[in-house]
């Protein structure tokens, strides 16, 4: 009646010790570290940067306890662990003489850290400490808003210049065109060659609704974006600012970011361990702009680096194909570029392929018509600082599409395709909101949040155990078996853990104890009506857990209406929140009665229970 097959202890077994191997990382310290990341968009750390770091160190005679290359979304970081701060400083230094010769133009940014002390093995099964939130961790929280109708002013202005240039092109003439915040007007006096105007522009912008109105000589066409391409227009604005800013945090060195989209024209950063508020809007604000240049032919290949640079010219000594000199004045910029993705040329090796606006396709025929042959680089300025991409020929008259070839491999050309999407903000942005979280405050967070959910324990522990006596420490004994488990899923998934977190573990405590509760009455009222004890046990289990599942899936509903609808440390409320209740339904049933199970199951004469005061009613 009151036993478990052994497939149900051995699933206990299991679950007891993922609980024990993914909890245990939280039980280390942290050391002193260095983080290595790139700090030009050009430049990728790659697992051969972990060798070099190694090499440096050594040669130093700088010890370390551990190297550890890691990917961090696009980008990589090499991370470093050492015994004390001394050796931390000094390691800081000599990386950052062998990484970076020019320091007037660092290539790498060598960055303070700390990592947790988990051995090697622990690491491997991917078990690592909670990750803490800003409140509990310090640092820096913004809530930036895109200006959307920048991403729309961008794409009317793009698509304004096309359809002049396309009107142009066909020879039709009009009375003017103008743009508005939302629409582009073109004006016409004839009714013949207004039809033909809308079937240019309809050929010619696929994303476009087109409206003809008026009377007489006072004839319009109306262009607006059509919904779809409106709202997908908008999403790819934050999307390629999200991107962006990812790229750029990157050089902070900050170990765990937060960037993420909240609503629909929302971003939220979070820095953990960053307190220099003034760096990190320094970071986020930042522009890069991309030019595209014709090659100075009056100096000849392989003479660029020493030969003297003539008027109007510019020499370029960092990127890819140089040094070489390109004339200052730019073919066209950026803000010409519609996209650029990695494809492959007609031999079928990796190339980038561009698409320009109309604007941009005419300045591009200008330029390069005539030119077969020559030279064209496209120049990355970032920090006042120009790196060239690359130097390519031109191989025929380019309009508003082209490829790049010659690139080499796909992952380089993918590069260069992410940079010239990304290298600048889609939008304007404005922080809405900031807040910055000392180290000091968050500590103390940490303390009164870990003393709060023990004293919790050890009080509902010892009401259980003095209420319901044995089968209250087996309650106790269910309760830590759910903390175990709550804990140990919070560290694989790497979930931020905030204060709301921490109070939502106090809560998945007590609707865990709650179930406990339900159980040992249901225990107690089967034993009041008379029946023996190993039947009570047996329906007392099995009547109490439709009334859990009730209550339970109930407040599931909740935590996930929380999950979705929520944001910030809303989320991590409910993430924690659902976690502790899926948790506290197998501990406080499948665990707490394999435990009873096994304490009582094997007595087939079983005359009492030791589950405190069974009050029956008198006559």
């Not at 698509?159 to 939302?182: F, P, T, V, Y």
């Not at 942005?429 to 949040?449: C, D, F, K, S, W």
Request: one cysteine or more; aromatic letters at 6%.
């Amino acid at each position: 009646m009151n036993r478990y097959p052994l497939w149900k202890y051995g699933l206990i077994v299991i679950a007891l010790l993922f609980g024990a191997l993914y909890t245990l990382p939280n039980f280390y310290n942290s050391s002193p570290a260095l983080q290595v990341n790139s700090a030009k968009s050009t430049i990728k750390v790659d697992s051969s940067m972990q060798t070099r770091v190694d090499e440096a160190l050594k040669a130093a005679h700088v010890a370390t306890t551990g190297l550890f290359y890691e990917v961090q979304g696009a980008q990589g970081t090499v991370r470093a662990r050492f015994v004390d701060p001394d050796t931390q400083f000094k390691a800081k230094e000599v990386l950052e003489s062998v990484l970076n010769p020019d320091q007037t133009d660092p290539s790498y940014s060598v960055t303070f850290n700390s990592m947790s002390n988990t051995p090697g093995w622990l690491q491997s099964l991917h078990a690592l400490p909670m990750f803490l939130g800003l409140d509990l961790r310090g640092g820096v929280h913004f809530l930036m808003q895109v200006d959307t109708n920048g991403v729309l002013n961008k794409r009317l202005q793009g698509m304004q210049a096309s359809i002049r240039s396309g009107l142009r092109d066909k020879d039709i003439r009009h009375a003017g065109i103008e743009r508005s915040a939302s629409q582009i007007t073109i004006k016409f006096t004839d009714p013949a060659v207004r039809e033909k105007a809308k079937n240019v522009i309809l050929d010619q912008q696929r994303d476009a609704d087109v409206v003809d109105s008026g009377t007489g000589t006072d004839l319009l066409l109306t262009v607006s974006l059509k919904p779809a391409a409106l709202q997908q227009a908008k999403a790819d604005g934050v999307k390629q600012n999200i991107a962006t800013l990812s790229k750029r945090i990157n050089q902070l060195g900050v170990s765990e970011p937060i960037i993420q989209q909240q609503g629909a024209d929302r971003i939220v950063v979070q820095l953990p361990g960053v307190v220099d508020v003034a760096r990190a809007k320094d970071i986020i604000g930042r522009t890069a702009t991309l030019e595209v240049r014709m090659k100075d032919e009056s100096i000849l290949d392989g003479t660029d680096a020493t030969a003297t640079v003539p008027y109007g010219s510019e020499l370029f000594k960092v990127g890819r194909g140089a040094p070489v000199i390109l004339y200052k004045e730019p073919v066209l910029t950026g803000e010409y570029i519609s996209s650029a993705s990695a494809s492959f040329d007609q031999h079928q090796q990796p190339s980038v392929s561009i698409d320009l606006n109309g604007d941009g396709g005419r300045k591009m025929r200008d330029a390069t018509r005539g030119k077969i042959g020559k030279k064209m680089a496209i120049v990355l300025f970032e920090k006042g600082k120009g790196e060239v991409l690359t130097v390519a020929t031109i191989q025929a008259e380019l309009s508003s599409s082209f490829q790049i070839t010659g690139m080499g491999t796909t992952e380089a050309a993918s590069d260069l395709a992410l940079l010239l999407r990304a290298g600048a903000l889609a939008a304007p942005m404005t922080i809405i909101e900031e807040r910055v979280i000392g180290p000091q405050l968050g500590a103390e967070n940490v303390r009164q949040g870990l003393n709060s959910t023990l004293y919790g324990f050890i009080a509902i522990s010892i009401f259980m155990v003095v209420y319901y006596m044995l089968f209250g420490a087996f309650s106790v004994l269910a309760l830590s078996f759910n903390l175990l488990l709550l804990v140990a899923a919070l560290s694989l998934m790497q979930a931020a853990l905030t204060l709301p977190g921490m109070a939502a573990i106090a809560l998945a405590l007590g609707m865990a104890i709650d179930s406990n509760v339900l159980i040992n009455e249901r225990i107690r009222e089967e034993l009041r009506a008379g029946n023996t004890p190993q039947s009570a046990i047996s329906a007392g289990f099995d009547r109490a857990w439709a009334t859990i599942l009730d209550s339970n899936v109930t407040t599931l509903i909740v935590g996930l209406a929380l999950l979705v609808f929520g944001s910030g440390s809303i989320r991590g409320f409910a993430v924690v929140h659902c976690l502790g209740i899926l948790t506290s339904m197998f501990s406080s049933v499948f665990v707490s009665r394999g435990v009873v199970n096994l304490w009582y199951g094997r007595k087939r004469k079983l005359t009492t229970v030791a589950i405190g005061q069974i009050w029956k009613p008198s006559n």
